[in-house]
């Protein structure tokens, strides 16, 4: 039986809020040829780095969510399903809005998508605020003001990086070198064209147009094709290891050891949404309880391979993760 009961994981990065509106399309505006939905049913769940947290809760670990919401009505909901899944936080707030992500879906077919968000970078005091924080979280026996209690030791940093503001260069940087000076591993789920802030990383999983930005060319989703460019960016950036996601294609693994390519574990995918965020999770669950790189992936596998089937941003428990192993 899997046990991530005693993983620990620090998450720091782009939080957001996914709501769903789900209804029935019977027919055509008469303002504009665009349908019209009924709504009967709405739904908010965590997405970004959020997503990553509620997915180590899901299937057992522990973790705590560094990030920022805005002085609104979505931030509050952020803060209390955190509180509902049993999800530690450190959310500053700021003057930006709550990134949100609004879909309005009708029967089966997305309609359209509402964003909600300002990609500004923090400014000077709150950048401050944020990185004395995360500098008492990171080292053992730390205490925080906002938890006023003793926290566990991390064994795992996850950097959640969806290009939103949050996650600048040096933020980055100063995150992965505090890590490592508490000997914490360091995963980032990587954004944009700017690799060189991840320097050091020992772990980043983008997918295939993710490393094509990266590398400059679009790199055909083949082993041979993913193995070169995944040692050009790691090369580059000076990185220890991607692991890329490949879609019906499965993972690829390219690092200090030999490369290693697993087949996709789902046959039927319904939605990709939030599948990245369920392998970083899972990822960093595994290699906290002690995993070796390579179960650690083919399980984190599986676990995308379960989401997918799902609709919009979903988790998974450890009873559905053991069913497919």
């Given at each position: 039986?899997?046990?991530?009961?005693?993983?620990?994981?620090?998450?720091?990065?782009?939080?957001?809020?996914?709501?769903?509106?789900?209804?029935?399309?019977?027919?055509?505006?008469?303002?504009?040829?665009?349908?019209?939905?009924?709504?009967?049913?709405?739904?908010?769940?965590?997405?970004?780095?959020?997503?990553?947290?509620?997915?180590?809760?899901?299937?057992?670990?522990?973790?705590?969510?560094?990030?920022?919401?805005g002085?609104?009505?979505?931030?509050?909901?952020?803060?209390?399903?955190?509180?509902?899944?049993?999800?530690?936080?450190?959310?500053?707030?700021?003057?930006?809005?709550?990134?949100?992500?609004?879909?309005i879906?009708?029967?089966?077919?997305?309609?359209?998508?509402v964003?909600?968000?300002?990609?500004?970078?923090?400014?000077?005091?709150?950048?401050?605020?944020?990185?004395?924080?995360?500098?008492?979280?990171?080292?053992?026996q730390?205490?925080?003001?906002?938890l006023?209690?003793?926290?566990?030791?991390?064994?795992?940093?996850?950097?959640?990086?969806?290009?939103?503001?949050?996650?600048?260069?040096?933020?980055?940087?100063?995150?992965?070198?505090?890590?490592?000076?508490?000997?914490?591993?360091?995963?980032?789920?990587?954004?944009?064209?700017?690799?060189e802030?991840?320097?050091?990383?020992?772990?980043?999983?983008?997918?295939?147009?993710?490393?094509?930005?990266?590398?400059?060319?679009?790199?055909?989703?083949?082993?041979?094709?993913?193995?070169?460019?995944?040692?050009?960016?790691?090369?580059?950036?000076?990185?220890?290891a991607?692991?890329?996601t490949?879609?019906?294609?499965?993972?690829?693994?390219?690092?200090?050891?030999?490369?290693?390519?697993?087949?996709?574990?789902?046959?039927?995918?319904?939605?990709?949404?939030?599948?990245?965020?369920t392998?970083?999770a899972?990822?960093?669950?595994?290699?906290?309880?002690?995993?070796?790189?390579?179960?650690?992936?083919?399980?984190?596998?599986?676990?995308?391979?379960?989401?997918?089937?799902?609709?919009?941003?979903?988790?998974?428990t450890?009873?559905?993760l053991?069913?497919?192993?």
């Amino acid at each position: 039986m899997l046990d991530f009961s005693n993983s620990k994981i620090l998450i720091v990065g782009d939080v957001m809020l996914d709501k769903y509106y789900f209804g029935k399309v019977d027919r055509i505006s008469p303002e504009a040829p665009v349908p019209i939905v009924n709504i009967q049913k709405e739904e908010s769940r965590l997405g970004g780095a959020s997503n990553v947290a509620n997915n180590i809760v899901s299937l057992g670990g522990h973790s705590l969510l560094c990030g920022v919401i805005g002085h609104d009505l979505f931030g509050k909901e952020i803060e209390r399903i955190s509180r509902h899944k049993n999800i530690d936080t450190f959310l500053l707030k700021t003057s930006s809005p709550t990134i949100t992500k609004a879909r309005i879906i009708g029967g089966k077919q997305q309609i359209v998508r509402v964003d909600y968000e300002d990609k500004s970078e923090l400014n000077a005091d709150n950048k401050k605020l944020f990185r004395d924080t995360i500098s008492r979280i990171l080292p053992e026996q730390g205490y925080t003001y906002f938890l006023l209690a003793k926290l566990p030791e991390y064994d795992i940093l996850v950097i959640s990086d969806y290009g939103k503001g949050l996650i600048s260069e040096d933020l980055c940087r100063y995150l992965i070198k505090l890590a490592h000076k508490y000997d914490k591993k360091v995963i980032i789920d990587p954004k944009g064209k700017n690799w060189e802030k991840y320097s050091g990383a020992d772990i980043v999983t983008p997918n295939v147009k993710e490393l094509s930005d990266i590398v400059g060319y679009t790199v055909p989703n083949t082993d041979r094709a993913i193995e070169k460019a995944a040692r050009e960016a790691i090369t580059n950036n000076h990185l220890t290891a991607l692991l890329v996601t490949r879609s019906d294609k499965g993972m690829s693994l390219i690092g200090p050891i030999p490369p290693i390519h697993i087949p996709t574990h789902s046959e039927e995918v319904f939605d990709v949404s939030g599948a990245g965020d369920t392998v970083v999770a899972t990822l960093g669950l595994c290699l906290a309880a002690g995993f070796e790189i390579s179960e650690a992936m083919r399980t984190a596998n599986i676990a995308a391979g379960i989401v997918v089937k799902k609709v919009g941003t979903a988790t998974l428990t450890i009873e559905e993760l053991v069913q497919q192993k």
